[in-house]
């Protein structure tokens, strides 16, 4: 039965190949739509590599300060945190697994190899040792530099695939020599590609944030040119992790002469930390997400209008053959279910021709869809992973908004005509 069902419905699309097209690619590009801002979403918060643990983590990107006698915020200064005050405040905390201290703004870093002329620029960071255990890196060949070597300021290296392949011409390249801005390095270990969509984990190589001397932090030590990164054991535990970095910072606050540094409500979680732009301003999240419900909403409708009212229109032409088929004997039962799965047939292929459209729009516009102007300037490319992007159970949601809109527009005039009287029906215009 189901299966002389599809074979009427598809016999009904064909008799309308133009009408039956538009409201195919309608329901295509609907679900492309949808896709499409989950897609962007996805890759902005759904935790990837080699950020994996997006869901435990918490982050401070800006470091406040101010005068002891300043009674207002108003006078602040305001930028990453020095060294010393990320390992006193932060490195020093006993509740998360693991904190990681990095540089940032570090300027990129000339790469040759020793006996060649040629040299290549590359996105450098400074890490200490715990950066590989926040971050989930997949390490092709060796291993990531240790404490010891951070703290000895030993000169290694990990770099990517890329780097490794157009500097050696391969991938097993750990314990060969490598000079970076002229002065020598050894490979500790070469990881895979990272996209500039891992806006706190990304670079092309990293090296021992002891190896360079780090700007030298203002007001007594709370401005630098650091950020730190915490993963939780637990996401349960970040009010635990944010009272006892509040109560370090006021120990810290109370051995200073004349400032004292202030966090502007963080540690934050990743949802917060992607949308906090500026170093004075915490951002006003409930502002954010009504805006960002506001676009989903009204990009959400707009299809939906426009599908219903093909739907719709497509419905109304066929009032009188509806009452014709009424006329020899079909029932309101065998009308609806015919519409049902001619509603069914056309979404099922709107959807998998969506599907198709969305992945297409994804990789030809990532530049436009994912850019990010925190990483606007950084070497890299907005690459993506396909496994990460799949979103089946969106997908499905997507599919049977599509369907609903569908039968719905679909159904309303066939139950119109399946209580109207077969004459009244058959001349419907």
């Excluded at 715990?130 to 990531?144: A, L, M």
């Excluded at 419905?315 to 053959?321: F, I, P």
């Excluded at 907005?382 to 679909?410: E, G, K, M």
């Amino acid at each position: 039965m189901i299966q002389q069902y599809f074979k009427q419905a598809w016999r009904l699309l064909k008799e309308n190949p133009v009408l039956s097209a538009i409201s195919i690619i309608g329901t295509a590009l609907a679900i492309c739509m949808i896709m499409v801002i989950v897609m962007s979403h996805q890759v902005k918060n759904a935790p990837y590599p080699p950020e994996t643990n997006r869901d435990r983590m918490l982050y401070v990107k800006w470091m406040s300060s101010r005068e002891k006698k300043a009674s207002s915020d108003d006078r602040s200064s305001n930028s990453p945190m020095g060294y010393d005050f990320a390992k006193t405040c932060f490195k020093a905390l006993q509740i998360p697994e693991a904190v990681t201290v990095v540089s940032v703004f570090t300027p990129p870093g000339m790469v040759s190899v020793p006996g060649q002329n040629t040299a290549e620029s590359y996105d450098k960071m400074l890490t200490d040792e715990n950066f590989w255990q926040v971050f989930d890196f997949t390490f092709i060949d060796g291993k990531p530099y240790t404490k010891a070597d951070v703290d000895a300021g030993l000169r290694k290296v990990v770099v990517t695939e890329k780097i490794a392949r157009e500097a050696f011409g391969s991938t097993a390249v750990s314990g060969q020599r490598i000079l970076i801005d002229y002065t020598e390095f050894t490979v500790s270990g070469v990881v895979r590609d990272v996209s500039t969509l891992a806006t706190a984990a990304y670079s092309q190589m990293w090296v021992p944030i002891t190896t360079e001397t780090l700007p030298e932090g203002g007001s007594e030590g709370i401005s630098g040119a650091c950020r730190v990164f915490i993963l939780a054991k637990n996401k349960k535990d970040f009010p635990a992790i944010k009272e006892e970095a509040e109560i370090l910072r006021k120990k810290f606050n109370d051995g200073t002469s004349t400032y004292e540094a202030f966090y502007r409500d963080q540690p934050d979680t990743h949802f917060v930390y992607i949308h906090r732009k500026w170093a004075n301003l915490a951002p006003d999240m409930k502002t954010i997400v009504r805006q960002s419900a506001i676009v989903l909403v009204l990009l959400l409708i707009i299809p939906a209008i426009n599908l219903s009212g093909m739907m719709n229109s497509r419905m109304r032409k066929r009032l009188s053959e509806l009452g014709v088929r009424r006329a020899f004997g079909a029932t309101r039962k065998n009308l609806l279910s015919q519409v049902m799965w001619e509603s069914l047939l056309q979404t099922l292929l709107g959807g998998a021709l969506g599907l198709l459209f969305s992945y297409v729009a994804a990789y030809a516009l990532k530049g436009i869809i994912y850019e990010n102007s925190d990483m606007a300037f950084r070497l890299g490319d907005v690459t993506l992973n396909p496994a990460s992007l799949l979103s089946p159970a969106i997908f499905l949601y997507a599919l049977l908004f599509c369907l609903l809109l569908n039968v719905l527009s679909a159904f309303v005039p066939a139950w119109s005509v399946s209580h109207k009287p077969i004459v009244d029906s058959i001349h419907s215009k």
